[in-house]
């Protein structure tokens, strides 16, 4: 999968107000802080527990969800044309969208458009480095409990087990989810990873060990710890799935969900999808194929939902989209309206549309 390139323009007038918004008491950045176990608040007045909201810190999550990835206000290339207008086209497809904290105003207006809001928050290469994200953490904290009830769950990392090992992992989600998890209680958490041990020797897949220094913590072992930790709530999982083979998709997500079942939620990811031509490679059969390989066969296998990459992202000197680059549609886009209509993924929102502080 595709590393992506996010960038993060934090206002300096939010930043002030979400320090004066949030309780600094017990907001520390170290692994110490400890694994929530349950979504509810504290009683009122137990120490160091959060206050009870006078209404829930999450807006509600879609399940099945089906999220936009590659999407941003921060900069210009994540757009078609407009915020209105992609938010509208995104529609056909999807019900939610991941979007960069700091923006409040973006993530009113999609919630008018009826999608759902997930905050991306990757800030794993400044913590491996030593720098103190504790102030980034804060406001992602000052942002949800300023506007209750507008974001649906946060996703802390992209691919966390790429480059770092099972402690260092662990150490980083303690430091933003297990923060997280004590300052915004009942707003689910994620984290991106990839796990090569579910499709590895399976027909037409990679050899086990054979992938390398690179990815030798992507692994089921390291998940089983993360997932332990209790600082998530679920994965965005990528396995390493080979030749579009829409089968083993399904096989190696059946053993995913018995590995870590219910309630924990896995959301299955991708970049495969995406392209950066000006207009979709292939016809209808290699659309036909990446669907069935990348929407239909996760959740035939037991994926609650799908995070897709990339809506309209600049990578490495292209732009990757489902679209073609002038917004107009293709075989790719048609199939991946029908499949998420037929999951059921493309409806509204009850109490979504129009609301919001």
């Known amino acids: 999968m595709i590393a992506r390139h996010r960038r993060w323009l934090l206002p300096a007038i939010f930043s002030a107000l979400a320090f004066l918004a949030v309780t600094l008491g017990g907001c520390s950045s170290t692994a110490g802080s400890g694994p929530a176990s349950s979504s509810r608040a504290a009683p009122s007045g137990t120490a160091g527990s959060p206050t009870v909201p006078a209404r829930p810190y999450a807006a509600p999550l879609p399940r099945p969800l089906l999220l936009a990835q590659g999407v941003s206000s921060a900069n210009a290339a994540h757009l078609f044309r407009s915020q209105a207008w992609d938010f509208g086209r995104m529609r056909a497809v999807f019900d939610a969208v991941s979007l960069l904290p700091g923006d409040q105003a973006t993530v009113q207006r999609a919630r008018r458009a009826g999608l759902a809001a997930v905050l991306e928050f990757d800030y794993k290469v400044d913590f491996f480095a030593g720098k103190d994200i504790s102030a980034q953490v804060q406001q992602v904290v000052g942002q949800i409990r300023s506007h209750p009830g ?165 990578y490495e000197g292209g732009v990757y989209t489902f679209l073609n680059k002038n917004g107009s549609s293709n075989d790719l886009w048609r199939d991946m309206a029908a499949t998420s209509a037929s999951l059921g993924m493309a409806r509204a929102h009850a109490g979504l549309q129009g609301r919001g502080s």
């Open 150 to 314: 507008t974001v649906s769950a946060i996703d802390v990392a992209d691919r966390l087990n790429q480059n770092y090992n099972v402690q260092q992992g662990v150490r980083y989600l303690a430091s933003t989810g297990g923060v997280f998890h004590r300052e915004l209680p009942g707003v689910p958490v994620f984290v991106n990873v990839s796990d090569g041990d579910l499709t590895c020797g399976l027909p037409g897949q990679s050899r086990c060990g054979s992938f390398g220094p690179r990815y030798r913590f992507e692994t089921n072992a390291t998940l089983d710890t993360f997932k332990r930790s209790g600082y998530v709530d679920g994965f965005l999982l990528a396995d390493n799935i080979k030749n579009n083979d829409a089968a083993v998709q399904v096989r190696a997500w059946r053993a995913a969900r018995a590995r870590w079942p219910d309630p924990f939620i896995l959301w299955s990811t991708c970049s495969q999808m995406s392209f950066p031509g000006t207009s979709q490679p292939g016809g209808p059969q290699t659309a036909g194929a990446l669907v069935a390989t990348y929407m239909t066969g996760p959740m035939r296998g037991g994926a609650q939902g799908l995070a897709l990459w990339a809506w309209h992202q600049l």
